[in-house]
C-alpha cells in the first residue's frame, strides 16, 4: 500500500502559534519522509526531511516528529508567521524506490 | 543557476485537440519526473526519466498521455484529444539521481484548461 494520507485539509492559526499537520503511511519500508512547502502560483519545494533512525528533526521554527510503530510523521511550525501561509505536501519514499508518494496537502493560512 | 522551467506557463486548449507540455530541467540533472496536480489534490506521480533508461511510465493515465526526454535534457508531455478531466497543473520536478530519497526540484508548472 502506497497511500500518504495527511491531514487536516485546511488549517487557520492565529500569529504565534503553532501549526500542526499530520501523516500516515502503511508501507513499512518507507524510510524517507520530506515535506513540501507550496506558495501560490509556484511548485512545491523541500522544507525539511526526516529518516526513521531519528524521532524528531529540527530546523528553525520546523521540527517533524517520527512515531515508527505508529507510522506516522507530522509537522510543527512553531511562532507561525504570516510569510508560513502556503499549501504543505508530506510525501515517502525508500531507497530504491525512485518516486515519492505525496499526501492529498494541507493549505495553512496564519492570521494576524 | 537557473531552476526547472516550463511552458507555457498557462494554456487553455478545446476539448478534443491536443497539447505539449516543456519542462527544462536543473543542469546536469539527470533524473525527471512529471507529476499532476488536480485541485485540492496532491501530487500525482505521471512518469519518470532516468538517464537514458527506459521511462516509467506506470503512472500515466491512458494512452492518450505520452513524454519524452530529448538528450537527458529538456522533456515534453503531450496529451492528445484532451478531456475536460485533463484541467490541472502540469509539475516538472528534477533531481540529481533517480531515487526517491534525492531532493527533488520543481518548476512553476503549466496550468492546462481544457473547455
Known amino acids: 500500500q502506497q497511500q500518504v494520507k495527511q491531514s487536516p485539509q485546511s488549517l487557520i492559526v492565529q500569529k504565534g502559534g503553532i501549526s500542526i499537520i499530520n501523516c500516515a503511511y502503511e508501507?513499512?519500508?518507507?524510510?524517507?519522509f520530506p515535506w513540501y512547502q507550496q506558495f501560490p502560483g509556484k511548485g512545491p519545494a523541500l522544507l525539511i526531511a526526516?529518516?526513521?533512525?531519528?524521532s524528531e528533526k529540527k530546523e528553525g521554527r520546523f521540527t517533524i516528529s517520527f512515531n515508527k510503530s505508529a507510522k506516522q510523521f507530522s509537522l510543527h511550525i512553531m511562532d507561525s508567521q504570516p510569510g508560513d501561509s502556503a499549501t504543505y505536501f508530506c510525501?515517502?519514499?525508500?531507497?530504491?524506490?525512485?518516486?515519492?508518494?505525496f499526501g492529498t496537502g494541507t493549505r495553512l493560512t496564519i492570521i494576524p | 543557476g537557473a531552476g526547472v522551467s516550463q511552458s507555457p506557463s498557462n494554456k487553455v486548449t478545446e476539448k478534443g485537440k491536443d497539447v505539449e507540455l516543456r519542462c527544462d530541467p536543473i543542469?546536469?540533472?539527470?533524473?525527471l519526473y512529471w507529476y499532476r496536480q488536480s485541485l485540492g489534490q496532491g501530487l500525482e506521480f505521471l512518469i519518470y526519466?532516468?538517464?537514458?533508461?527506459?521511462?516509467?511510465k506506470s503512472g500515466l493515465p491512458s494512452d492518450r498521455f505520452s513524454a519524452e526526454r530529448t538528450g537527458g535534457s529538456v522533456s515534453t508531455l503531450t496529451i492528445q484529444r484532451t478531456q475536460q478531466e485533463d484541467s490541472a497543473v502540469y509539475l516538472c520536478?528534477?533531481?540529481?539521481?533517480?531515487?526517491?530519497?534525492?531532493?527533488?526540484?520543481f518548476g512553476p508548472g503549466t496550468r492546462l484548461t481544457v473547455l
Open positions: 520536478a528534477s533531481s540529481v539521481r533517480t531515487s526517491g530519497t534525492d531532493t527533488q526540484y
Open positions: 526526516i529518516r526513521p533512525d531519528v
Open positions: 510525501a515517502a519514499s525508500y531507497v530504491g524506490y525512485e518516486k515519492l508518494t
Open positions: 526519466f532516468q538517464g537514458n533508461s527506459a521511462p516509467d
Open positions: 543542469s546536469g540533472h539527470t533524473a
Open positions: 508501507n513499512t519500508a518507507f524510510d524517507y
